[in-house]
């Protein structure tokens, strides 16, 4: 599997913060760039993701910007909530596997204080 | 979003005995499943992946004879650990796309198993 590095691996942000989770990779076969939202004892949620013709994507709070040349992409959640709090995972596509065969970031742990 | 459904959540069993998981895609076909083991506070690490009609392939490191998949419909894969010991206590997830309608990927609820 390819490696997917991630940054910083936990984050504290006041209510109405912006929270930022970064994401490097090293090979993929192509564009696709997920993030996940995972709570406590729950399996992961999609909750956005982007395929780069364009270099950002935004939903509600939730905004992916992405660097090809520098291998790098990012979540921003603005306006952040408690209900925000989660581990959040980016992924990739790993190299020679098919469609969805994702590597996983090692997982960045948000907690949002009210 | 297309909903994956494990089964059971939550399973304790003692050591030498098998456990068998089930993943269920309700409403699309999943010509794949994927299966993940995932460590308190760590990421998700890919086990192997299921092929319908076909042998899962596994990733360097699982052992096949332990972890026995099986992928006998388009919308059923199950997860069998054999002879399970504490070590093999974990969270186990599975995911399955829709074949391409969406382009996502889509996980199950999970299934903590404990091994005492």
């Known amino acids: 599997q390819q490696q997917v590095k991630q940054s910083p691996q936990s984050l504290i942000v006041q209510k109405g913060g912006i929270s930022i989770i970064n994401c490097a990779y090293e090979?993929?076969?192509?564009?696709?760039f997920p993030w996940y939202q995972q709570f406590p004892g729950k399996g992961p949620a999609l909750l956005i993701a982007?395929?780069?013709?364009?270099s950002e994507k935004k939903e509600g709070r939730f905004t992916i910007s992405f660097n090809k040349s520098a291998k790098q992409f990012s979540l921003h959640i603005m306006d952040s909530q408690p209900g925000d709090s989660a581990t959040y995972f980016c992924?990739?596509?790993?190299?020679?596997?098919?469609?969805?065969?994702?590597?996983f970031g090692a997982g960045t742990t948000v907690t949002v204080r009210a | 979003g297309a909903v994956v459904s494990q089964h059971p959540s939550r399973v304790i069993c003692k050591s030498g005995t098998s456990v068998k998981i089930e993943c269920r895609s309700l409403?699309?076909?999943?010509?794949?499943m994927f299966w993940y083991r995932q460590f308190p506070k760590q990421s998700l690490m890919l086990m192997a992946t299921?092929?319908?009609?076909?042998?899962?392939?596994?990733e360097q490191g699982v052992e096949k004879d332990k972890f026995l998949i099986n992928h006998a419909s388009l919308t059923l894969s199950t997860l069998t650990v054999t002879s399970a010991h504490p070590e093999d206590s974990s969270f186990y997830i599975c995911?399955?796309?829709?074949?391409?309608?969406?382009?996502?990927?889509?996980f199950g609820e999970g299934s903590r198993l404990t091994v005492l």
């Open positions: 299921s092929n319908e009609g076909s042998k899962a392939t596994y």
């Open positions: 982007i395929r780069p013709d364009v």
């Open positions: 992924a990739a596509p790993s190299p020679g596997g098919n469609d969805y065969k994702l590597s």
């Open positions: 409403d699309f076909q999943a010509t794949t």
């Open positions: 995911s399955a796309s829709d074949s391409g309608v969406t382009g996502e990927l889509f």
């Open positions: 090979n993929t076969a192509f564009d696709y």
